[in-house]
Nanobody, 124 residues
Framework: QVQLVESGGGLVQAGGSLRLSCAAS????????MAWFRQVPGKEREFVAR????????YYADSVKGRFTISRDNAKNTMYLQMNSLKPEDTAVYYC?????????????????WGQGTQVTVSS
């Protein structure tokens, strides 16, 4: 079992930065690939970024490539999302997720554990 808790969301002006954290409990964090998703009301949950269990491979949605950076610290059981050059369209609830499989997936249903989400609001 992995319990996930996101933090670091908030209100920021367009062009600003935020860093999200996802703290994991349980012994299996380092055996899971991790990802960030986001969701706005009325829309499907959207893939943002994914990082392999060792941190050596990362994947990004085209909409955030070059602006967001995903990372993890297995010693601290924590994953991060550094978000720079934020745009109003980045406004969403951001969720972290854990995947026990190493097969790369951008589909929410493929992920095994989820956090409760943290709100990110970017004002224009």
């Amino acid at each position: 079992q992995v319990q996930l808790v996101e933090s670091g969301g908030g209100l920021v002006q367009a062009g600003g930065s935020l860093r999200l954290s996802c703290a994991a409990s349980g012994r299996t964090f380092s055996t899971c690939d991790m990802a960030w998703f986001r969701q706005v009301p009325g829309k499907e949950r959207e893939f943002v970024a994914r990082i392999s269990r060792g941190g050596g491979a990362t994947y990004y949605a085209d909409s955030v490539k070059g602006r967001f950076t995903i990372s993890r610290d297995n010693a601290k059981n924590t994953m991060y999302l550094q978000m720079n050059s934020l745009k109003p369209e980045d406004t969403a609830v951001y969720y972290c997720a854990a995947d026990k499989s190493s097969l790369i997936s951008k589909v929410p249903d493929r992920y095994d554990y989820w956090g409760q989400g943290t709100q990110v609001t970017v004002s224009s």
